[in-house]
C-alpha cells in the first residue's frame, strides 16, 4: 500500500510499452480474444464437433472459452513475472528499490488483459443469451485464487531467474504439462474417478469450475474445493515471497 503509486505507473507503463507504436494501441487486447473466441466456434460448431453433457451449455466454444479465460490471465502472468526481474535490473540496482513490485506489476498487467478478454466473452454470451448474471459472483473468489498463486510463484520464478536463467524455460515447459493436467479443454467428469481427488488438489482447476459457474451456468465448485485451492494459493503465495524476499539482497550483484 505504501507503494501504490508507483505500482500503477509501473502497470501503466507496462501497458503502455505493449502497444507503443501499433496502429490500434490497447485495443489488440480485444482483437486478439475476439479473434480465438470465433476461431473456437468455427472449428468446434462446424468442424469438430464435441459434446458436452451436465456442462451448463452444449456450446463446446463457450465451455473451451470460459475455462481459457482464468488459464490464460495466471499463465501470461507467470511467464511474464520470471523475467520481470532480470528485464528491469538498471531498477532493481538502484538503492532501495521495491523489486518484488515488478512482478506484481506484470502480474496485474495479465488481469487487465485478461480483463478485457472477460468483457467480450460476456458480451458474447449476452447476445448469444446463455450468460448466467445470478453466478458471476464466483468470478471474485475465482479471480482472487487466480492472481494469489500467480503472485507467489512468480515471485519464486523471478528470484530463482535471476541467478539461474534457464528458469524461464522451465516454466514454459511446466505451464505446457499444467495445461493439459488442469480440466480446461476436458469437463472433470471424464476424469477417471481415481484421478478426480488428485486433480482436485489443483487450485486452477476449482478456478475454472467457478469460471464456467459464473459464464456459461456450470455446477460451482464446493465450499470445500474453494477452501481447499485458498489454502493452497495461500501458502504457494507465502512461499514465494519468502523465498523472493531471502534473495533479493542479492539481485544487485548479480545482475
Same mark, same amino acid.
Given at each position: 500500500?505504501?507503494?501504490?503509486?508507483?505500482?500503477? $505507473?509501473?502497470?501503466? @507503463?507496462?501497458?503502455?510499452? @505493449?502497444?507503443?507504436?501499433?496502429?490500434? %494501441?490497447?485495443?489488440?487486447?480485444?482483437?486478439?480474444?475476439?479473434?480465438?473466441?470465433?476461431?473456437?466456434?468455427?472449428?468446434?460448431?462446424?468442424?469438430?464437433?464435441?459434446?458436452?453433457?451436465?456442462?451448463?451449455?452444449?456450446?463446446?466454444?463457450?465451455?473451451?472459452?470460459?475455462?481459457?479465460? +482464468?488459464?490464460? %490471465?495466471?499463465?501470461?502472468?507467470?511467464?511474464?513475472?520470471?523475467?520481470?526481474?532480470?528485464?528491469? %535490473?538498471?531498477?532493481?540496482?538502484?538503492?532501495?528499490?521495491?523489486?518484488?513490485? &515488478?512482478?506484481?506489476?506484470?502480474?496485474?498487467?495479465?488481469?487487465?488483459?485478461? &480483463?478485457?478478454?472477460?468483457?467480450?466473452?460476456?458480451?458474447?454470451?449476452?447476445?448469444?443469451?446463455?450468460?448466467?448474471?445470478?453466478?458471476?459472483?464466483? &468470478?471474485?473468489?475465482?479471480?482472487?485464487?487466480?492472481?494469489?498463486?500467480?503472485?507467489?510463484?512468480?515471485?519464486?520464478? =523471478?528470484?530463482?531467474?535471476?541467478?539461474?536463467?534457464?528458469?524461464?524455460?522451465?516454466?514454459?515447459?511446466?505451464?505446457?504439462?499444467?495445461?493439459?493436467?488442469?480440466?480446461?479443454?476436458? +469437463?472433470?467428469? &471424464?476424469?477417471?474417478?481415481?484421478?478426480?481427488?488428485?486433480?482436485?488438489?489443483?487450485?486452477?482447476?476449482?478456478?475454472?469450475?467457478?469460471?464456467?459457474?459464473?459464464?456459461?451456468?456450470?455446477?460451482?465448485?464446493?465450499?470445500?474445493?474453494?477452501?481447499?485451492?485458498?489454502?493452497?494459493? =495461500?501458502?504457494?503465495?507465502?512461499?514465494?515471497? %519468502?523465498?523472493?524476499?531471502?534473495?533479493?539482497?542479492?539481485?544487485?550483484? $548479480?545482475?
Amino acid at each position: 500500500m505504501r507503494h501504490t503509486y508507483l505500482l500503477r $505507473e509501473l502497470v501503466r @507503463r507496462d501497458l503502455q510499452s @505493449r502497444y507503443r507504436g501499433s496502429l490500434l %494501441g490497447f485495443f489488440w487486447a480485444f482483437v486478439h480474444p475476439l479473434w480465438q473466441l470465433a476461431l473456437y466456434t468455427v472449428v468446434f460448431s462446424w468442424i469438430l464437433r464435441v459434446p458436452l453433457s451436465g456442462e451448463g451449455t452444449a456450446s463446446f466454444p463457450a465451455f473451451l472459452f470460459a475455462g481459457l479465460l +482464468p488459464w490464460l %490471465g495466471f499463465s501470461e502472468g507467470l511467464l511474464r513475472s520470471t523475467t520481470a526481474v532480470v528485464d528491469q %535490473g538498471n531498477l532493481v540496482r538502484k538503492h532501495r528499490f521495491p523489486s518484488e513490485l &515488478l512482478v506484481v506489476s506484470v502480474a496485474l498487467s495479465a488481469v487487465c488483459h485478461q &480483463l478485457a478478454a472477460l468483457a467480450l466473452f460476456i458480451v458474447w454470451q449476452g447476445f448469444c443469451g446463455g450468460l448466467q448474471a445470478a453466478q458471476s459472483v464466483w &468470478l471474485v473468489p475465482g479471480l482472487i485464487v487466480q492472481f494469489t498463486i500467480t503472485l507467489g510463484l512468480g515471485w519464486a520464478a =523471478a528470484a530463482a531467474q535471476v541467478f539461474f536463467r534457464d528458469v524461464a524455460q522451465i516454466a514454459g515447459v511446466a505451464l505446457s504439462g499444467g495445461f493439459y493436467l488442469t480440466p480446461i479443454v476436458y +469437463p472433470l467428469s &471424464l476424469v477417471p474417478e481415481p484421478m478426480r481427488p488428485w486433480v482436485l488438489f489443483n487450485p486452477l482447476a476449482t478456478v475454472v469450475a467457478g469460471f464456467r459457474a459464473a459464464l456459461i451456468g456450470g455446477r460451482p465448485p464446493t465450499l470445500g474445493a474453494w477452501l481447499m485451492a485458498a489454502a493452497v494459493a =495461500a501458502l504457494v503465495d507465502l512461499a514465494g515471497w %519468502g523465498f523472493f524476499r531471502r534473495l533479493r539482497s542479492s539481485f544487485a550483484d $548479480e545482475l
